[in-house]
């Protein structure tokens, strides 16, 4: 299966720790979005790449957020001092530019900040 | 992009066609529909779009109405493995940006 991959599954961590998170996307997708989502709610859009080119970063992506996608293919999330409203689920998700509304979802990083 | 309108629940028997309303009364003329389901625990999947005609794939059938101020998903017949919360969206094409509401929660039961 060639889909997206998030790793790692499961994070936990401490209060003021950074975090990675890595995506793999579907390999001839250009365009590569990240997402979070809270218990009970549907996700809500953070950032998205069209290969290297970081296009768009919402409000909710503070100072602490950090998306990269370096070459083109796998994009990491970084957040520094994680703070308890960090816990969530990070989606990652990828498309083709040509259909940029069928995306393809990874399986989530589920964080939870102690 | 419009917004829509989704019943937070629903229940439907195993076997029966599950339809499952979505109202975007206030979409405009190059707005599509889209159609997402999570499974508890996964990423969401896409199930199927539409712009201004019905649609049909291996997953479901989407019925827009003429005036498009509302659509119907429909899984002819819903299994256990359809439980799961759907998402309606409409969006512009090339936007790329998914905004997700807070779904219907369909609940397939034996």
């Known amino acids: 299966d060639t889909g997206v991959s998030q790793d790692p599954r499961h994070k936990i961590t401490k209060r003021g720790q950074n975090v990675t998170f890595r995506c793999d996307p579907i390999?001839?997708?250009?365009?590569l979005y990240w997402y979070r989502q809270t218990l009970g709610q549907g996700p809500e859009f953070l950032t998205y790449f069209q290969n290297e080119a970081q296009l768009e970063k919402s409000r909710l992506l503070s100072d602490r957020f950090s998306a990269e996608r370096p070459k083109g293919s796998f994009s990491t999330l970084e957040i520094q001092r994680t703070e308890q409203g960090d816990s969530a689920m990070y989606l990652c998700?990828?498309?083709?530019?040509?259909?940029?509304?069928?995306?393809?979802f990874g399986p989530g990083t589920r964080l939870l900040v102690l | 992009d419009a917004k829509t309108t989704q019943p937070p629940s629903m229940d439907c028997a195993e076997g029966r066609a599950a339809n499952l309303p979505c109202n975007h009364s206030t979409i405009s003329g190059n707005e599509y529909v889209y159609w997402y389901r999570q499974i508890h625990s996964q990423g969401p999947q896409y199930i199927i779009h539409?712009?201004?005609n019905n649609e049909t794939n291996e997953m479901a059938s989407l019925i827009i109405t003429e005036d498009r101020k509302s659509s119907t998903l429909i899984l002819p017949h819903a299994t256990l493995r359809d439980t799961a919360v759907y998402y309606c969206i409409a969006i512009s094409s090339n936007t790329g940006k998914l905004i997700f509401g807070q779904g219907t929660t369909l609940q397939v039961k034996p």
């Open positions: 539409g712009l201004k």
């Open positions: 998700a990828s498309s083709l530019l040509s259909q940029q509304e069928t995306q393809y």
């Open positions: 390999s001839e997708h250009n365009r």
